[in-house]
């Protein structure tokens, strides 16, 4: 037990570590900056079962939310353009029953403007808990890879990456296998080729963690050889015994799989090298989905997109094919969304976290 007579305005000042000294559901917890971060159990229970009584309960307005006192706050804080993640995001929690503040372009309309830090703006932003201060939890979007892991470490609220950079964008891939289990009610077992710029998508990173985490799953990795996966996921699905191939060839891939996963060309990663940018705006129609080659997608099979698409990587004439899910995927990111801030507040009540904390900065600021 936290000893409040003891506490000394330094020790407060370290309080995130506190975080550290519960038994955390997953590791890292309460924060979401990777997918790294959960075991196989931990994903299952979040999607097979979180998500899909979310979808449920939400449909028929019986959920049950752990933020519905009336007073939790949410900031989201996003550093780069967004249309679905922070509309999601913004949209769960409201759905969930508390209350959203925003700063939607933050390197032009937020202090980050005129020289403050993240990690200052974290430290005013992340309130004290049950709903004292900004925030109960923070929402960032940020272009640099680690920005929002680093974030963390000042923040005295949970901590969602909602993308960093060309890092990760974890509760994306955990939308993306909620859709795939939506459609097959397993993980094991399935064909998913990943296409496009499969190097710079956050998304694309994301998701091999979590797959690798599931039993024969075969994971074609199918792009231009410029912006082939990079070697520590490579790495990664070896170390785990996932089966993956490189190819360059879509049409030879496309009749094997269940999912075919395709994604943007990053060309905002790579704006220093306009030369090779433009040569691979070239190859896009050949990792794209059209009229010719959607014969080649089994009946059975999904197509989903994090979306946006940005150069035609599913031709406007096909998207009301019954295959293509990626407006469906959008969707199931609201509730996948309400289902891991749910839980991250389910299980902060459990542990009387927020409790300890505001009492924690009360003591330490000379509050009664
Ligand atoms: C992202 O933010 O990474 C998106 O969801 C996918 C993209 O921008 O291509």
């Not at 409790?355 to 600021?365: A, D, I, R």
Request: net charge neutral; charged share 25%; aromatic share 10%.
């Amino acid at each position: 037990m936290i000893n409040l007579k003891n506490l000394s305005a330094d020790r407060v000042a370290q309080f995130p570590d506190h975080f550290g000294k519960y038994q955390e559901p997953w590791e890292g917890f309460p924060h979401i900056l990777k997918t790294q971060q959960f075991s196989r159990e931990m994903i299952e229970r979040l999607i097979f079962e979180d998500t899909m009584k979310t979808l449920f309960h939400w449909k028929n307005r019986s959920l049950i939310s752990y933020l519905r006192d009336g007073r939790v706050g949410v900031v989201t804080y996003f550093f780069e353009p967004s249309t679905r993640t922070r509309m999601s995001f913004e949209r769960a929690v409201q759905s969930l029953g508390a209350s959203v503040i925003h700063t939607e372009s933050g390197a032009v309309f937020s202090s980050s403007a005129k020289g403050e830090t993240l990690a200052d703006t974290v430290r005013v932003v992340s309130g004290v808990g049950a709903g004292i201060g900004y925030g109960d939890l923070l929402i960032i979007r940020h272009p640099q890879d680690y920005a929002v892991e680093e974030a963390a470490k000042f923040s005295r609220t949970p901590v969602i990456n909602a993308g960093d950079g060309k890092h990760q964008h974890p509760t994306q891939a955990f939308l993306d296998l909620a859709t795939i289990y939506l459609r097959y009610g397993k993980i094991d077992g399935l064909s998913i080729a990943l296409v496009g710029d499969i190097q710079f998508s956050r998304t694309i990173r994301s998701l091999c963690y979590l797959l690798s985490k599931f039993d024969d799953v075969k994971i074609y990795l199918v792009s231009p050889e410029e912006i082939s996966i990079k070697e520590d996921i490579k790495e990664h699905l070896t170390e785990k015994n996932v089966w993956f191939r490189e190819e360059a060839d879509l049409n030879s891939v496309l009749p094997h799989i269940d999912v075919a996963y395709f994604t943007r060309l990053q060309a905002e990663r790579f704006r220093d090298q306009e030369e090779l940018c433009q040569q691979l705006k070239k190859k896009i129609p050949l990792y794209s989905l059209t009229e010719k080659n959607l014969d080649l997608v089994p009946q059975q099979a999904i197509v989903t997109h994090p979306l946006p698409i940005g150069d035609n990587e599913i031709v406007e004439k096909i998207k009301t094919d019954p295959r293509i899910w990626a407006f469906i995927q959008s969707d199931i990111g609201v509730a996948t969304r309400m289902a891991l801030i749910n839980r991250i507040f389910k299980e902060l009540g459990k542990l009387n976290m927020h409790q300890n904390f505001k009492e924690l900065v009360f003591s330490g600021l000379g509050w009664k």
